[in-house]
């Protein structure tokens, strides 16, 4: 049984930094593209970033040079860094793992965490 668990969300003041982190059990991580996604409230989830087993990363447009994602594969874990967090990164984060496909399409991906709650104050 695949699962995806996500850990460190809370609640931040705005410019300040946070490490989430994604403990896959189940898997063989290196087989997977690793993304975090983002939902929130009465908003669409949106791609944040991605990480290809090859190393390549992709980060949407309003998080790229503040945040950070990674992988190791050996811990099959994925984490991502953010930095100078603002009110409109609050949202749930979700880790997820995709074998194939676009990877900012949130349906092509083959499994997901549950999220965790990440909220930024002003």
């Known amino acids: 049984q695949v699962q995806l668990v996500e850990s460190g969300g809370r609640l931040v003041q705005a410019g300040g930094s946070l490490t989430l982190s994604c403990a896959a059990s189940?898997?063989?991580?290196?087989?997977?593209?690793m993304a975090w996604f983002r939902q929130a409230p009465e908003k669409e989830r949106e791609f944040v970033a991605v990480?290809?087993?090859?190393?390549?990363?992709n980060y949407t447009n309003s998080v790229n040079g503040r945040f950070t994602v990674l992988r190791d594969d050996y811990k099959n874990m994925a984490y991502l860094l953010m930095t100078n967090l603002k009110p409109e990164d609050t949202a749930v984060y979700y880790c997820?793992?995709?074998?194939?496909?676009?990877?900012?399409?949130?349906?092509?991906?083959?499994?997901w965490g549950q999220g965790t709650q990440v909220t930024v104050s002003s």
């Open positions: 189940g898997l063989t991580l290196i087989d997977y593209a």
């Open positions: 990480k290809w087993n090859g190393g390549s990363t």
């Open positions: 997820a793992a995709q074998s194939n496909g676009s990877p900012w399409v949130a349906s092509d991906y083959n499994y």
